[in-house]
């Protein structure tokens, strides 16, 4: 069944396609005078546009971003580009924290297993102390607690896990506010360019592209300044959760394996 209606499909765009262009062949018939007598005058604007283009073309990409820019108004595009700035700059600090937080959490758990088989909880606590890492900090608190028994060592070793997770989404409000002021600027923008269009055609008295195209174009590149913005920023902002979830997997994981040390360490004190 699906073949048949595919063969009626062909069939009928075949007989679209050559009634349209039958229906081409007689207009083209009909205007061929005026058509050759425009040729030659196609041939110097046809030129002129390849030379427009190619003019184009040798524009700096930072020259054509300043054009772009003024010619969106340094109103909106500034406060765009500043929600850029911004936003970029928290991302990249919650970044380089992330990842300064991550560690190898199975060697840090096998150093404290060793510690505690050599020196006790206190030798266990320095080599906490000196591993950087939500990780190595959450480990620390436990052996804190140690002396009050392995339950309280799990609640807190839970306890402070959440406190971990919170440091580390810290700033994460500010980016996603900025990934939705950005385009909400751009929209801005682009219903003040329409009014100032509709201004420009009422002083005018007149529909002309003349008149419309200057609203128009702040308009769209305010837009699409926006959506840039929220885009990039968007990117930074998943990537940041992606690193957040891995290190919660393993301050998860090496909490598990923290109170099986501590419990196998207090079966071989008793």
């Known amino acids: 069944m699906k073949k048949i ?27 061929a005078p005026a058509v050759e007598a425009a040729e030659a005058a196609a041939e110097p604007a046809e030129m002129s546009a390849a ?22 108004g340094a109103g909106f595009m500034s406060l765009i580009i500043i929600c850029l700035i911004i936003g970029l700059a928290l991302a990249i600090e919650r970044i380089l924290y992330l990842t300064f937080s991550k ?12 510690a505690l088989e050599e020196g006790g909880i206190e030798a266990a606590k320095d080599v906490c102390r000196n ?15 140690y002396d009050q028994g392995i339950d309280v060592v799990e609640k807190t070793v ?17 980016i996603s506010l900025f990934i939705a002021i950005a385009p909400s600027l751009g929209f801005l923008g682009t219903v003040i360019g329409m009014i100032n269009a509709f201004d420009a055609i009422q002083a005018a008295g007149d529909i002309s592209p003349n008149v419309v195209a200057g609203g128009m174009k702040v308009a769209l590149i305010t837009t699409v300044g926006g959506l840039i913005v ?9 990537y940041i959760l992606a690193k957040i979830d891995a290190i919660t ?22």
């Open 131 to 145: 591993t950087r890492g939500p990780v190595a900090s959450i480990f620390y608190q436990g052996l804190l607690r």
């Open 5 to 31: 209606f595919m063969i009626l499909a062909a069939a009928g765009v075949m007989a679209f396609s050559a009634s349209i262009a039958s229906a081409q062949d007689e207009q083209a018939a009909e205007a």
């Open 249 to 270: 997997i393993d301050m998860e994981d090496a909490s598990i394996c923290l109170v099986d040390v501590l419990t196998k360490y207090d079966a071989k004190k008793k």
């Open 51 to 72: 030379d427009l283009l190619k003019s184009s073309e040798e524009v700096p990409l930072h020259q054509a971003l300043k054009t772009k820019f003024i010619e969106g």
């Open 158 to 174: 839970v306890s402070y896990g959440s406190v971990q997770m919170s440091e580390m989404e810290n700033g994460l409000s500010w």
């Open 103 to 114: 560690i190898n959490a199975k060697k840090l758990v096998e150093k404290v297993e060793k």
């Open 230 to 238: 929220a885009m990039i920023l968007q990117i930074f902002y998943n």
